[in-house]
């Protein structure tokens, strides 16, 4: 098992993430088996598959364009893809310094 795969539970459902070879960019694994940039595009696997998905996935790497693939496990109950852990969030939706994320700063009133 993926050492990140550990905090998947066996009746949930996950996706498929890597980074891009070319630029490191974060991808996800659609459907159709392109990778993708944004989560809402990726492809949702029973928990019970991820693994031989993964073992598959890792032999075709190199070839696809990516590295460091592994499944990252979601939220059952929203509308979007979200992952559980704050980690892969940060990794699907943008770092923590994004403006979206900051704390509201108010400008001092004009004379």
Not at 13 to 33: E, K, M, P
Not at 104 to 109: G, I, L, N, S
Request: glycine share 8%.
């Amino acid at each position: 098992m993926d050492i990140r795969s550990n905090r998947r539970d066996t009746d949930g459902r996950s996706v498929i993430t890597a980074n891009r070879l070319l630029d490191g960019i974060v991808v996800w694994r659609a459907a159709d088996g392109a990778w993708r940039e944004r989560i809402g595009d990726a492809a949702l696997v029973p928990n019970d598959e991820v693994e031989a998905l993964l073992k598959t996935l890792q032999g075709q790497a190199q070839a696809q364009g990516v590295l460091g693939i592994y499944g990252v496990q979601t939220r059952e109950d929203e509308a979007e893809i979200t992952p559980l852990t704050t980690r892969e969030r940060i990794r699907a939706f943008g770092p923590s310094v994004h403006p979206e994320f900051a704390p509201t700063v108010f400008a001092p009133e004009r004379a």
